[in-house]
């Protein structure tokens, strides 16, 4: 069974920094692209990143570019988003979530984490 | 880029149909059958219903399909079912290596 768990949310002061984390299990994880995809209080869902299977390859919404940053190890089944210069509007529910294969952009998302929330305030 | 438009809410009674629409552009839903199609229950995550146009994950019921016509892609969920009741997110890849969602719908069942 697919498992995606994120952990590393909290509250952080605008300008600050945070590093999350989503532990995979159960399929061969350097096998898929990895995604971030976010939902603020009560909004809708929005891409903020993904990263092909090598961890060579990486891409962002362009709300996020410069500032947020995604890896991955794949000898420990790990994704990472580190997240600098953070802002009142990056506050949201941030999901990890597996692509449909190693290389793709395809947003065919079959697993989802259950959440992390970041809220960015003083 | 702004996000795809989705009606901000759908309704249907009990085995009726109902058909969200997403629609883009020529450069994105028109341009690509990457579109995808999300359900997702109050506090909890998306679950995938419908990827790549018209194809459903195993364990999705096939009263839930998808299409696409030009610029817009559609969900049309048949035969309502009060557990159908939630939001509804689209989503495409659009070109220059980006990922858009919808807006979301919420999808109410009388």
């Known amino acids: 069974e697919v498992q995606l768990l994120e952990s590393g949310g909290g509250l952080v002061q605008p300008g600050g920094s945070l590093r999350l984390s989503c532990a995979a299990s159960?399929?061969?994880?350097?096998?898929?692209?990895m995604s971030w995809v976010r939902q603020a209080p009560g909004q809708g869902l929005e891409w903020v990143s993904s990263?092909?299977?090598?961890?060579?390859?990486?891409y962002y919404a362009d709300s996020v570019k410069g500032r947020l940053t995604i890896s991955r190890d794949n000898s420990k089944s790990t994704l990472f988003l580190q997240m600098n210069t953070l802002r009142a509007e990056d506050t949201a529910i941030y999901y990890c979530?597996?692509?449909?294969?190693?290389?793709?952009?395809?947003?065919?998302?079959?697993?989802w984490g259950q959440g992390t929330l970041v809220t960015v305030s003083s | 880029q702004s996000a795809l438009t989705q009606p901000s809410s759908a309704s249907g009674s009990p085995g009726q149909s109902v058909t969200i629409s997403c629609t883009g552009t020529?450069?994105?839903?028109?341009?690509?059958?990457?579109v995808s199609w999300y359900k997702q229950l109050p506090g909890k995550a998306p679950k995938l219903m419908i990827y790549?146009?018209?194809k459903r994950p195993s364990g999705v019921p096939d009263r839930f399909s998808g299409s696409k016509s030009g610029n817009t892609a559609s969900l049309t969920v048949s035969g309502l079912q009060a557990e159908d009741e939630a939001d509804y997110y689209c989503?495409?890849?659009?070109?220059?290596?980006?990922?858009?969602f919808g807006g979301g719908t919420k999808l109410t069942v009388l």
């Open positions: 979530a597996k692509g449909a294969g190693e290389n793709q952009l395809r947003p065919n998302y079959n697993s």
């Open positions: 159960g399929f061969t994880f350097s096998s898929y692209a």
């Open positions: 990263i092909f299977g090598g961890g060579r390859y990486t």
């Open positions: 020529s450069s994105d839903i028109g341009g690509y059958d990457f």
């Open positions: 790549e146009v018209t």
């Open positions: 989503t495409s890849y659009v070109g220059s290596d980006k990922v858009l």
